[in-house]
């Protein structure tokens, strides 16, 4: 179980939200709508244990996750604004380097590469990938790699429609499987049955 | 361990891929110390008696210039993210990305000093010596290095900064290095010299992944 109580967090001297609780099952999808500066990214942040909120806690399992920061960082994916490409190593080089970090089990590769149509691109070096494959470069480490949550930071930005489609998969067999997923979105990624916190900013 | 290999081999890949990149700190060395015969005359007792130091000096500056690349580029891109969230404590990956800064950098100069010792008149026993000094020095300049490129991250002009917070740092390694080379030419024996830089590059392996280590945490905040 994924939970925060009344977290609250200030960044430069302004509030950027405050009051925020939710609790997550096994197979949850929690979606962060919100207008540009409401919060959204900071959250997601904050929850994979980059930002600590002054106020509140996060615990997974009934326990703090500032008392096991380590393990906590260890059992999640973060998708965000920055993709983490090197430009000279190829798809397949990015891909297998991610599945090393994660100590992703055989053939979780090859599934990534399946999971976001990146197979006819395996030997393309990262610099010369469209933005839109990039991103699904960077979302195929989802699947590199078994971890129970998923924090997506505006996934769908760039992507086309079967490419959203096939994000869109990747997280309903991620709840199938008891995984955990909070996405910030603007609506461009539709997900069935998920829990909605609307940020104000 | 699978982890370690794979932040080693990928940056090893990324230097040799960048093509000169991965060479400038030679190139730096190399262009540098054949100043110094056109600056202070080709006279080979004033290369003797400074060339040593001259090295030594050119070592730490060749390592300290090529310490922006160490972190930055990460940073820039989100890698320093996914790396936060890797199954490997961040002082192990710390001591992955200084490993490979070495093989290219300090390395590099080690196997590289023998000759331009011989270019600076220096007996071919200096340069044994020289060159071992160079083995047990230029890893601590990585690991001291490392902290300042964590702590600078996102500084701009990080340049001129890291060299004020560094180089400073930098001094015991170049005082024992060249005393210890001294000595040894003189016929007092430089062993006590090499023990310390010995132990001065064991504490900073033990204590820099954990600085900086600490320093990329904040970064990422």
Redesign the interface.
Known sequence: MFEAHNLACVRGGRSVFSGISFSLEPGDVLSLQGPNGSGKSTLIRVLAGFLTPVLGEIRWDDIDIRSSLPEHRARLHYVGHLDGIKSLLSVKENLAFTCALNGAANGALDRALEVFDLEGLIDTPGRFLSSGQRRRLSLARLVAGERPIWLLDEPGVGLDAASRQRLEQAIVEHRQAGGITVVATHGDVAVKQAAVLELSG | M??F???LG?DL??SL??GVDSAQPLIFFVIALTLFPLGVGPSPEILQRIGVGVIWVLALLAVMLSLDRLFQADA????L?????????LELIVLAKCLAHWLLSGLILVIASPLLALLLHQSTETAGVLAFALLLGTPVLTLIGSVGAALLIGARRGGVLIALLVLPLYIPILIFGVSAVEAEVMGLGGSAQLLILGAILLAALALAPFAAAAALRLS??
């Open positions: 699978r982890a290999t794979a932040i990928r890949r990324l891929r960048s820039e891109d989100g890698t993210e996914q790396l936060a969230l890797a199954d490997l404590p990422i905040e």
